[in-house]
């Protein structure tokens, strides 16, 4: 049946089509860039105190606390299991855990490593229940509020302040005029995009998350792979809760107030497929530094707070209904 | 039948909660059997009960909606910023605002096919910043002059208050509408299958409309009641309405997977929150308990409805299987 296409000129139809959506492949995977470089050029020369160097670092360092918490997010949102809802309740559970161990002298390193531990154990658990088939928000949702509650009836609702403050550097400093949290950002960043383009786990990740039922058959843990996915959720979210309580010297119950939805807007900003199994992690840091920039524009610009909330909302609402309608399109 | 029986054991167990969290809060906390205590159990659950209520048609569907407290805040202070020219007037608008803004949400839920929970999360943030936005220097507050709805809300009559029947009377016909009206019907029958539902003639798009329009009318509603009764709605209020109208509805048995669910459940599951919650302030308990004993019931009604719904499915697989077996065993045996 195929030989004569061979030979038949129509057999050269298909090329053009290739080409075209080549070209539209090239185009989609810029195409994310466009409107951050049109809005930062469009900015930088109009709107004034913009373009300036400290204001950039600013962006970048107020985007890397979202950021990080977003690219590990990010890995939930692949794996196929939507997003956390329990980030700020992570993040302040490590702040405690961390700032508390350190006051009761123990080394800083045995503090951090603590926090991470407990981090990646409540990520295991959450990751457990979801993978079982719990629906993920729901579940987050109530883990988070059992979590939140335990920290605060634990620390007797105090704040803990550190002095000294063995972190200062790393959470509050900067390191040939760079903020240090913008460093590990950027690190984290590209250590999870390797992560996730270069090994298995994370192709299994992205199989996992686009169709769940063919990634048990061909034998990928796909039960195994969501926990992994909420524990480097969990990590993430615990980075960011050391960090801050390094810029900050204390940890406080509310210290992460609307951290988790500020997550979820970068996530969608990014353009990372809600419905899973598509998506690079660096999509999630992008978004928060489209977010956080938006933000800083406005601010200069002299839009209040609400209106900036406002429009956060609306334009992530814009972005995912425009993919689901692409995507379907595509279809 | 069987299906029946067993929906059954998950209503079972909440009862038990109940009559358990009734026995013992009322043997061991004085004042719990109070008037005083009851008419404000009552009032409180028919509040949450009312944001339940609206979370529990967009389960129906097959949806969730996350916005309903920031709907709320918007409500309320619409409600409240109009008082000043007339009351009824701006409790009017803010409802049928609501009621716009849910039926373009359903619509365009049900022409681009996005994902409700994720866009009702950008809807969240978004009404968020219009409730600041309303609010720019301080909290929209109701006149003075006004203050006596607020004391008629909350005058109490035996065990109940204006506010209470107001939210229970309302809980009620939507009950009566979902069992009785067409709509009501198709709502389920969109939630159970939405595919077969469209074959058959239903409108997905009239469903997911009510539903949502249903969902931020209720949880408006809930909103402008509790700004009546403080007197004031600020423009970062309400936010409890989230955690708390999902957790009764969930605690109350309504699945997740939709296509089921009443308003019995919301009720029951609003008793059994706002008994823990009025434990917790009578009885002298760290108010972060709440949160706790909150999420962890609806934890633990998570995994007891995935408990249930699993013996359910391998109970069936297994017959199935058997079915299958059965003959070749028999080629095997012999």
Redesign the interface.
């Known amino acids: 049946m195929g030989d004569w296409r061979l030979t038949d000129p129509a057999a050269y139809e298909p090329a053009p089509a290739n080409a075209v959506t080549r070209e539209r492949k090239w185009l989609k995977d810029l195409g994310p860039f466009v409107p951050i470089v049109a809005l930062g050029g469009i900015a930088a020369l109009t709107v004034d105190g913009f373009g300036t160097t400290p204001n950039l670092i600013a962006i970048i360092q107020a985007s890397a606390i979202t950021g990080i918490a977003a690219i590990g997010t990010a890995a939930i949102t692949i794996s196929g299991k939507f997003v956390s809802l329990s980030i700020e309740q992570q993040a302040v559970t490590s702040a405690y855990v961390f700032a508390a161990l350190y006051t009761a002298g123990a080394p800083v390193l045995v503090a951090v490593l603590a926090a991470f531990l407990v981090a990646a154990l409540l990520g295991l658990v959450q990751g457990y229940l979801v993978s079982r088939g719990l629906n993920p928000i729901v579940t987050t949702l109530a883990f988070g509020s059992v979590l939140f509650g335990t920290v605060v009836l634990l620390a007797d609702n105090r704040t803990i302040t550190l002095s000294p403050n063995p972190i200062a550097e790393l959470g509050g400093g900067t390191t040939f005029g760079v903020p240090n949290q913008a460093i590990i950002f950027v690190i984290l960043l590209a250590a999870g995009s390797f992560l996730l383009a270069r090994t298995k786990f994370g192709r299994q990740l992205v199989l996992t998350g686009a169709n769940p039922e063919a990634a048990k058959i061909i034998g990928i843990p796909t039960r195994r792979i969501i926990m992994i996915a909420f524990v480097v959720a969990a990590l993430a979210a615990a980075v960011v809760g050391i960090l801050v309580v390094g810029q900050v010297s204390q940890a406080k119950s509310d210290m992460f107030r609307g951290l988790t939805i500020d997550v979820v807007a970068a996530v969608l900003v990014g353009g990372i497929a809600i419905q899973g199994g598509e998506g690079q992690l660096w999509r999630a840091g992008y978004g928060a530094i489209v977010l956080t920039m938006l933000g800083n524009i406005m601010l200069l610009v002299g839009i209040d707070a609400g209106t900036r909330e406002l429009l956060k909302g609306l334009l992530a609402g814009a972005v995912l209904i425009s993919m689901t309608v692409l995507k379907a399109r595509n279809r | 039948m069987k299906g029946f029986l067993r929906m059954n054991t998950g209503f079972q167990v909440r009862i038990a909660i109940l009559v358990t969290l009734l026995i013992g809060l009322s043997s061991s906390i004085p004042g719990f059997l109070s008037l005083a205590n009851a008419s404000s159990v009552i009032e409180n659950v028919g509040l949450i009960g009312l944001v339940g209520t609206g979370i529990m048609l967009t389960m129906i569907v097959g949806q969730?909606d996350?916005a309903v407290a920031s709907v709320a805040a918007v409500a309320a202070i619409m409600a409240l910023s109009l008082a000043g020219d007339s009351l009824p007037l701006g409790i009017v608008v803010a409802l049928v605002m609501a009621g716009l803004y849910g039926a373009v949400i359903g619509y365009?839920i049900d022409r681009?096919?996005?994902?409700s929970?994720?866009?009702t999360?950008?809807?969240?943030?978004?009404?968020?910043?219009?409730?600041?936005?309303?609010?720019?220097d301080r909290p929209a507050i109701l006149p003075f002059e006004m203050f006596w709805v607020s004391d008629g809300l909350v005058a109490q009559w035996g065990p109940l208050t204006l506010m209470g029947i107001i939210c229970l009377v309302a809980i009620g016909c939507v009950g009566l509408a979902l069992r009785h009206t067409k709509l009501g019907l198709s709502m389920y029958a969109v939630g159970g299958n939405p595919e077969r539902a469209r074959g058959s003639g239903v409108s997905t798009a009239r469903v997911y409309m009510a539903a949502f329009a249903g969902s931020a009318m209720l949880g408006a509603a809930a909103g402008i009641l509790a700004a009546l009764r403080s007197g004031s709605a600020s423009?970062l209020g309400f936010e409890s309405f989230l955690?708390a109208g999902?957790?009764v509805a969930?605690v109350g048995g309504i699945p997740?997977e939709g296509g089921r669910g009443t308003v019995v459940n919301v009720l029951l599951g609003a008793l059994i929150i706002r008994l823990i919650s009025s434990a917790v302030a009578l009885g002298g308990i760290?108010g972060?308990?709440?949160?706790?004993?909150?999420?962890?019931i609806?934890?633990a009604m998570?995994?007891l409805d995935?408990g249930l719904g699993?013996r359910r499915q391998s109970g069936a697989a297994r017959s199935r299987a058997a079915a299958l077996q059965n003959p070749s065993t028999h080629t095997n045996g012999g």
Do not use: H, K
């Not at chain 2, 999360?121 to 720019?136: D, F, H, K, Y």
């Open positions: 969730l996350l365009v681009t096919g996005v994902n929970l994720v866009l999360v950008c809807m969240l943030i978004a009404l968020r910043g219009l409730a600041l936005v309303m609010t720019p423009g955690l999902i957790t969930v997740l760290p972060s308990f709440e949160s706790i004993a909150v999420g962890g609806l934890l998570l995994l995935y699993r």
